[in-house]
């Protein structure tokens, strides 16, 4: 077996042509798909090949810029600028008028065309207002030059229209976030009117501190005010050594009382004078208890009330409540004046007494002891008139503090009641404090006058104790016990006015601490006011970016969402547009299907016939014969392809005739060649047939513009009649410039006369017999 297939190859050692179609056997289906693979390798990527114009008629629109200042949209400049100085759009833009683009599309110069129409600028400028309208582009390739192209076309528009929407909602972005910038803006200015509400709350805190600090004074100004009644109760003590001296006043004038029975009778008028003002001392520093017991009811009708205020203003109600328990302290100094004035009472009684007695004794006196105890007496009157003046003047500043007491409780109230809304208790309550207080102060002013009475009764009694000198030897008993009551009387008017002091001291710590509180009262108005101002802020600012917010209803919500999605809208347009992909590709199909049926057709004939060549007609008559018959298929060939394509697979021309002539016209064209190669090289010829289909399939542009394609097959491309072929089906079956397909038809009509001359040539050498071909080195 091995030895019949070395016998066979053998027969092609003997020649060149032989050994080399051992080679071109091999390296058919290499060339084939090299070729086709390294023409259709990257098309896509070599689009920048492609020469396409763009026509700008876009007019700048006015717009606002992201910072809010006036500017100009010029969006189609921009947009021509970034075509025609980068390849990333695809093609290779070229910018020009409509007319040069028109012309340019139609004949073939340009692959597609870019139209950015008036309004682009001024649409794209709208994205950022309420009324946003899609701008529009229009692309438009023509099918009749490429019906790939016009795909690629597809393409290109999709990454234009993403390269513009990407720049147009950055832009519809950047207004966005410029608004959430100045929304961002007015809630930073709501943080400050936040911050003023903040410093003015803190003012308030001050503000209420301060007046708990007051109020604090107050407290300690009723103590101290507490300590005043006490001190008033010390007075009481300097006036019972004040009856101490008037006690032993009546002891020495207890001698001299000898002739004073007729003035006994006026001493005791004068002491009954003395005891009916001690009454109204008594009295009076009733009624002073009464009124600092009104004091202590109004601050306990103060502390409940003081409870619907805030924290901070309890202990207002506290350091109010210490104020009336100051004021039971000098109700109970009161009752120690009540008591002191009662021992004076008791005093001027015991004083009566002894100037009954010595009216009993004054007979058995002798003149000389009734002098001395009418001294004795008299000085004891005056130690009582002392004493009740040290009484009165107690009492006088007993009424002084209480009126300081009443004026402090009246400042309390003042700086109670400014310090907190609502507190009309806590202003009755000070009210009643206040009126307790006057009371107190009308008791005292009873007391002041009791105690002058009293010194007025004092005076009768000195008058009369000079008379009852001489006639009351008993006086001196009675002086004894005027003296008792007259030490008691001195050290309750002591103390009393000791404590008056101290009453007037607290008082004025009351006031200031009042002064204080009503400080503090006015900082926490102040720091209130500014609370009030930065809630003004901050709801006048919240407002403000509030209507920096847009509120749109759902009609304008998708509105704007469909629009800002999709801001720029190309319009795709087909010229001279093909109904199905198979209607695009037809162009590039007929003439192949023609080809190989030249191939076919001259394996099945014979190019020349060898009787002709041999008989004495003329060489073009050989060959015209010859060629005459594969036309005949030829014209049958293209007759059942356009059937099927016409009727079968309903394919539509605006050029049928024409598509019929030119189809008719191709396959004339490519039997001539045919017959010229096998005329010429014999079987070798349908190689070279072959190998010719592979280089036009590559090269015509059937599927993608030779411009793709590598330098070689475009340097090829033009020289190779299938190019031609498929230009002239492409501008028939799509429509468009019918001089394109004239141009064809001319390129066609060359390659046949230069085919039909290679025929004739053929024929005429093979008139002429060789041994080669008598014994061909190669037989297909």
């Known amino acids: 077996m091995f030895s019949l297939i070395r016998t066979e190859l053998s027969r092609f050692r003997t020649t060149l042509l032989s050994r080399a179609a051992l080679i071109v056997i091999a390296v058919i289906p290499a060339l084939y798909g090299g070729l086709y693979l390294a023409a259709n390798w990257d098309p896509t990527g070599n689009l920048e090949h492609l020469t396409a114009a763009v026509v700008n008629e876009d007019q700048p629109a006015p717009a ?12 189609g400049e921009d947009l021509a600028a970034s075509l025609t100085s980068s390849g990333d759009a695809g093609f290779t833009w070229v910018a020009v008028t409509r007319a040069e683009a028109e012309d340019g599309l139609q004949d073939g110069t340009y692959a ?25 582009l229009d692309i438009t390739t023509d099918d009749a030059d490429s019906f790939i192209v016009g795909q690629v076309g597809n393409t290109v528009a999709a990454t234009l229209q993403r390269q513009v929407q990407s720049g147009a909602t950055e832009d519809y972005l950047d207004g966005i976030y410029l608004g959430f910038s100045s929304l961002h803006g007015k809630l930073v200015e709501a943080g400050e009117g936040a911050d003023k509400l903040a410093d003015g709350a803190r003012s308030a805190d001050e503000g209420s501190a301060s007046l708990v600090v007051g109020l604090g004074d107050i407290v300690d100004g009723t103590a101290q005010l507490s300590t005043g009644s006490a001190q008033v109760a010390a007075g009481a003590a300097d006036l019972a050594a004040g009856s101490g001296e008037l006690s032993g006043g009546l002891a020495g004038l207890d001698a001299a009382t000898a002739d004073l029975v007729p003035q006994s009778r006026q001493l005791a008028d004068g002491a009954a004078a003395a005891s009916a003002g001690a009454a109204t001392l008594r009295d009076g520093a009733a009624q002073l208890a009464t009124g600092a017991q009104s004091v202590a009811d109004g601050a306990t009708a103060l502390a409940p009330s003081a409870s619907a205020l805030a924290d901070g203003t309890r202990q207002v109600a506290d350091g109010v409540g210490q104020v009336g328990q100051g004021a039971s302290a000098l109700s109970a100094g009161a ?18 007494d002894g100037l009954a007695r010595l009216q009993q004794t004054f007979d058995a006196l002798t003149d000389a002891e009734r002098l001395a105890a009418l001294q004795q007496l008299a000085a004891g009157a005056d130690a009582a008139a002392v004493g009740s003046e040290q009484v009165a003047a107690g009492a006088g500043t007993l009424a002084s503090s209480a009126s300081d007491l009443a004026a402090g409780a009246d400042a309390a109230a003042t700086g109670a009641s400014t310090a907190a809304d609502g507190a009309g208790s806590l202003a009755t309550g000070a ?17 002041a006058r009791g105690a002058a009475d009293l010194a007025d009764g004092a005076g009768q009694l000195e008058a009369g104790t000079a008379t009852l000198a001489r006639n009351t030897p008993a006086l001196r008993d009675g002086i004894v016990a005027a003296s008792d009551g007259a030490d008691t009387l001195a050290a309750g008017a002591s103390t009393l006015s000791t404590g008056a002091g101290d009453v007037a001291g607290g008082a004025a710590v009351l006031a200031d601490g009042s002064g204080e509180a009503y400080d503090g009262a006015t900082s926490l108005e102040g720091g209130l006011g500014s609370l009030s101002t930065g809630s003004q802020d901050l709801a006048a600012q919240l407002g403000e970016g509030a209507g920096q917010v847009p509120d749109h209803d759902d009609a304008e919500r998708a509105e704007l969402a469909s629009v800002g999605a999709s801001p720029v809208s190309i319009e795709r347009t087909h010229a001279n547009a093909v109904d199905a992909y198979g209607e695009g590709m037809a162009p590039y199909f007929i003439p192949l299907a023609l080809w190989v049926g030249g191939i076919v057709t001259y394996t099945v004939l014979r190019a020349v016939s060898p009787r002709a060549l041999a008989s004495s007609a003329a060489s073009w008559r050989v060959s015209a014969a010859g060629y005459l018959q594969g036309a005949l298929f030829a014209v049958l060939q293209a007759g059942v392809l356009l059937a099927i394509l016409l009727d079968g697979l309903g394919l539509t021309t605006p050029h049928p005739v024409g598509l019929i002539a030119f189809t008719v016209l191709t396959a004339l064209v490519f039997t001539a060649i045919h017959q010229a190669l096998v005329g010429l090289l014999g079987g070798v010829g349908r190689l070279v047939a072959l190998v010719l289909l592979m280089l036009q399939l590559t090269s015509a542009g059937g599927t993608y513009p030779v411009a793709t394609e590598p330098g070689f097959f475009q340097v090829l491309s033009p020289l190779l009649p299938m190019t031609h072929a498929v230009t002239g089906l492409r501008h028939l079956i799509a429509g468009g ?22 025929s004739v040539y053929a024929s005429h050498r093979r008139r002429s017999w060789t041994l080669e071909k008598l014994h061909p080195s190669l037989s297909i």
């Not at 390129?747 to 290679?758: E, K, N």
């Open 64 to 75: 606002t810029g992201p910072d809010g200042s006036d500017t100009t949209v010029s969006a």
């Open 112 to 136: 597609a065309t870019l139209d950015i129409p008036a309004d682009f600028s001024s649409r794209l400028a709208s994205l950022g207002g309420d009324s946003p309208d899609q701008a529009m």
């Open 335 to 352: 009752g120690q004046v009540q008591g002191g004035a009662e021992q004076a009472a008791a005093g001027s009684r015991s004083v009566a």
């Open 431 to 447: 009210a009643q404090l206040s009126a307790g207080a006057t009371d107190a102060s009308a008791g005292a002013t009873q007391i």
């Open 737 to 758: 410039d019918t001089g394109i397909v004239w141009a064809s038809v001319a390129q066609l009509l060359i390659v046949f006369v230069l085919a039909a001359a290679l």
